[in-house]
């Protein structure tokens, strides 16, 4: 066990990528967040949701995986998926494999939702993100990404 005098601290190249990360990700995340919210009363994570159910085959995914997918809890995506119900853009239904389970559904106004959305959403990703860098500058990021977590820029 380490004494906690024994810790070696961050140098400031170190801290400053590791501060540069954190900073960047939240200002990203917050400006998305808002621009989705503006312009299409959308949260960033209802999005996601509705992305992933787009994506997926017969547009409709165990809520657990979904909860995978767009990286919250099971009790955090209940709670989008809730919302998202509520406006009728998912809906709910039993597993047919485990009717314990439930899936989630995009509906036909939540693909619409989302198509509306997707043109927002990626327009702030390149405004705030990937216009800003060039392609070596975008190919060097995602080789970090797959560094630190192997799969994460797929």
């Known amino acids: 066990m380490q004494r906690q005098g024994s810790v070696k601290s961050l140098d400031p190249v170190e801290l400053g990528a590791w501060r540069g990360f954190l900073r960047v990700h939240a200002d990203l995340v ?5 621009e989705l919210e503006n312009e ?39 709670r989008v998926v809730d919302r998202l ?8 239904e039993r597993c047919e494999t485990d009717r314990r389970g439930l899936n989630a559904v995009l509906t036909d106004a939540g693909a ?4 509306a959305a997707r043109c927002t959403h990626l327009r702030g ?9 060039d392609r070596e500058e975008q190919r ?15």
Do not use: C, Q
């Not at 619409?112 to 198509?115: A, I, N, Q, T």
């Not at 060097?140 to 797929?154: D, V």
């Open 112 to 115: 619409e939702k989302f198509l």
């Open 85 to 92: 119900a509520r406006e009728g853009f998912v809906s709910r």
């Open 140 to 154: 060097t990021l995602a080789r970090i990404w797959e560094t630190l977590l192997p799969g994460a820029s797929e």
């Open 30 to 34: 917050r400006r998305l967040d808002a």
């Open 125 to 133: 990703i390149r405004d705030g993100f990937v216009g800003r860098l």
């Open 40 to 78: 299409h009363g959308l949260s960033l994570s209802s999005y996601e949701v509705l992305l992933h159910l787009y994506e997926a085959p017969g547009r409709r995914l165990r809520m657990n995986e979904l909860a995978d997918s767009v990286l919250l809890t099971v009790s955090g995506i209940t």
